[in-house]
C-alpha cells in the first residue's frame, strides 16, 4: 500500500502484510512525523481510567469556550480540550453553536443532524448527537443554527434559556460538556452563557486582544447580573511566540491584571492548524508536537488532575 505522510506528503511504498498487527503508528522516514496508519485505531493516550475516574464528579461540568473576538482558536481548543479529557477517561459532549460548524471538520465527522434539531426536537437526542470517538459526543453546529436564533428572537420571553432547556434533559450522561461558541455576540452567545457555569476564554497573543477580553468581561458581568453560577475561569493564551517581543508583552499584563485565571500557554504550533484538514485531533495528528503538549498541559489544568495523559 501507498501511505502519504499527513506532514511532509511524501509518499512510501509499504508492504502491509509486514506491519506486525499491534503496531497501529507509521513513522515518516522523511520528516520523522508519526500518525496512524489507515484502518488501525489510535491508541487512547490513556485508559478511561481509575485516574480518571476518581476526579470523575456528579453531573457534567459545563465549560464554555467563549470570547467575542474572531480567530482566536476557541474552535481549536474547544476541540482538543474535548478529545483530551475524552481520551482522559472521561465522557464528554462537545456543543457547537457556531454556524460555521468547525468542529465536525475538525473531527473528521459528517453529521446528518445536530443541535438545531435537539432544540426544535425534530429528532429525539440520541439522534442529534454523533458519536466522534470513544466516550466523545458530539452536537455538531452549522448553518441551520440560523433558525434557532429565529426561535430565540421570536420568543416574548425565556428565550435566553433555549439552550438551557434544551441540554440539561440530556447532560446527565457526561462527564463534561464543552460549548464552543461563535465569534460575535448573538442570542445563542447569550444562550450559551445562561447554561454554562464555567468559561473558558483564549486570547491571542498575536494580535492585542486585551480591549477584546476587556469588552468580553462586561458582557459576562452583564449576565451575571441575572445568573450567578457563570464565571470566567480559565484564561488561555493561544499562539504563544517567545520569539514575538509583542507576544511576551501581552502574556505579561494578563498575568499581572488575571494571574490566578491564567492557564499555561498554548505555542504557535503549524501542526494545531494543519490537523483539521485530516479530520484529526492533535493527539492524533501530531502526538508529540507542541501543539499536543500544550493541549495535553490544558486538560491536566481543567481537569485538576496532574497524572492525566502522561
Ligand atoms: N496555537 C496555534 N498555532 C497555530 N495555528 C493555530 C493555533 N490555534 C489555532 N490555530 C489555527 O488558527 C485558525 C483559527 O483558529 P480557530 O478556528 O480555532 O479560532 P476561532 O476562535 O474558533 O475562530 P472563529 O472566531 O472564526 O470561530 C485555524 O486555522 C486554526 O487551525
Ligand atoms: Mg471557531
Request: glycine content about 8%; hydrophobic content about 35%; overall charge positive.
Amino acid at each position: 500500500m501507498v501511505l502519504t505522510c499527513p506532514h511532509c506528503k511524501k509518499q512510501h511504498n509499504i508492504d502491509e502484510n509486514l506491519i506486525p498487527p499491534n503496531i497501529k503508528k507509521a513513522r515518516c522516514k522523511f520528516c520523522g512525523n508519526q500518525f496512524p496508519l489507515p484502518g488501525r485505531q489510535p491508541e487512547p493516550l490513556a485508559e478511561p481510567s481509575q485516574v480518571a475516574a476518581a476526579t470523575r464528579q456528579q453531573g457534567p461540568r459545563r465549560i464554555g469556550i467563549s470570547i467575542s473576538k474572531g480567530g482566536v482558536g476557541k474552535t481549536t481548543t474547544a476541540v482538543n480540550l474535548a478529545a483530551g479529557l475524552s481520551f482522559a477517561g472521561f465522557k464528554v459532549l462537545l456543543v457547537d453553536t457556531d454556524t460555521q460548524g468547525q468542529d465536525s471538520f475538525m473531527l473528521g465527522v459528517k453529521p446528518k443532524a445536530g443541535l438545531t434539531e435537539l432544540v426544535t426536537e425534530e429528532l429525539r437526542p440520541e439522534e442529534a448527537i454523533t458519536q466522534a470517538r470513544d466516550r466523545l459526543w458530539l452536537l455538531a453546529g452549522g448553518k441551520s443554527l440560523a433558525g434557532i436564533k429565529r426561535l430565540i428572537d421570536r420568543k416574548d420571553f425565556g428565550g435566553e434559556r433555549t439552550l438551557y432547556d434544551a441540554l440539561t434533559p440530556i447532560e446527565k450522561d457526561y462527564d463534561y460538556v464543552i460549548v464552543d461558541t461563535s465569534p460575535g455576540w448573538d442570542p445563542l452567545t447569550v444562550n450559551v452563557l445562561f447554561y454554562v457555569n464555567e468559561i473558558l476564554t483564549p486570547v491571542s497573543l498575536e494580535v492585542m486582544t486585551l480591549q477584546g477580553l476587556l469588552e468580553f468581561l462586561k458582557s459576562i458581568s452583564a449576565i451575571q447580573k441575572h445568573r450567578k453560577e457563570v464565571a470566567l475561569k480559565y484564561i488561555l493564551p493561544t499562539f504563544m511566540d517567545k520569539r514575538v517581543k509583542q507576544s511576551m508583552g501581552i502574556l505579561e499584563k494578563i498575568e499581572e491584571l488575571y494571574g490566578p485565571l491564567l492557564c499555561p500557554p498554548v505555542r504557535y504550533n503549524v501542526r494545531l492548524s494543519e490537523a483539521p484538514a485530516y479530520g484529526q485531533t492533535i493527539y492524533e495528528f501530531a502526538p508529540g508536537s507542541p501543539g499536543a503538549e500544550d493541549y495535553r498541559e490544558l486538560v491536566r489544568k481543567v481537569a485538576g488532575n496532574p497524572k492525566l495523559l502522561r
